[in-house]
């Protein structure tokens, strides 16, 4: 019985619809996102620091090309090459656990029992709760309640790369296009504006993904983007000054 008497029957469902890969999708978003952002602030510094020099669209068109393929790509790269990493040793883990399993299957019950009475179980209800999902499937079990990996949902640094390397080309292809497209006299205003408004968009989407702030998260990114290229911009014209 629940307190005034009710049954517990009663009591209605709140219908909240509990989503096990929820986490792993944000992370996804956030990630893209982050990427995307990087794309237009890295193509955004290049392209204004060089139409700070000169406003010639051939010299624009190649700087920004040249930036976004060299960006992409190594977003990629570095992208491939972190998560293969974290991919072999979340395997050499789960070889490991198996070979545990295989030689020492009493220690590791035990150890598992201890892990769930970590997350708060007593030791009566952590014994049987090990026992079970031992029986079921032991290596599953020590895999997400001891090392917190998915046997069935391991990393893929192919879809990582691929989805680095897209992030950041979106991101990269607006500045490109914003001081390309315009008369030169317009490229400039046209840049920066049409950058701070998808700076805002990055930084208020990355915060909405990770359930933060959303104003200083989008402060912090339109600040950070402002700072990019008036540094650049700056260096450009004092090059272009110079004869450079």
């Known amino acids: 019985m629940r307190p005034g008497g009710g049954s517990l029957a009663a009591v209605p469902a709140h219908g909240e ?7 792993a999708r944000l992370n996804r978003l956030r990630a893209a996102v982050l990427g995307a952002n990087d794309g237009v602030v890295s193509t955004a510094g290049l392209v204004v620091g060089v139409a700070g020099a000169t406003d010639a669209r051939g010299t624009l068109v190649t700087a920004g090309l040249a930036g976004l393929l060299a960006g992409s790509m190594s977003m990629a790269a570095g992208e491939y090459v972190s998560v293969s990493t974290q991919r072999d040793s979340e395997k050499a883990a789960l070889a490991q656990e198996k070979r545990e399993l295989a030689t020492e299957p009493q220690a590791e019950l035990v150890e598992l029992t201890e892990l769930l009475r970590g997350k708060g179980l007593s030791r009566e209800l952590a014994h049987e709760v090990a026992g079970q999902l031992t029986e079921h499937d032991a290596l599953r079990a020590h895999a997400e309640v001891e090392l917190g990996i998915d046997p069935d949902d391991l990393t893929s640094p192919w879809q990582a790369a691929a989805a680095s390397f897209l992030a950041f080309t979106a991101g990269a292809l607006l500045p490109l296009l914003a ?3 315009p008369p030169p006299s317009l490229r400039l205003p046209v840049t920066v504006g049409s950058v701070l408004a998808a700076l805002v968009l990055c930084g208020w989407a990355a915060a ?9 998260a989008v402060l912090r990114n339109v600040s950070g983007g402002a700072l990019a290229m008036a540094v650049t911009y700056a260096a450009g ?3 272009g000054a110079a004869g450079v």
């Open 237 to 239: 014209s004092l090059l």
């Open 208 to 216: 909405r993904s990770g359930g933060a702030p959303v104003r200083p």
């Open 179 to 181: 001081v390309v497209l």
């Open 17 to 23: 619809a509990h989503d096990p890969g929820l986490g």
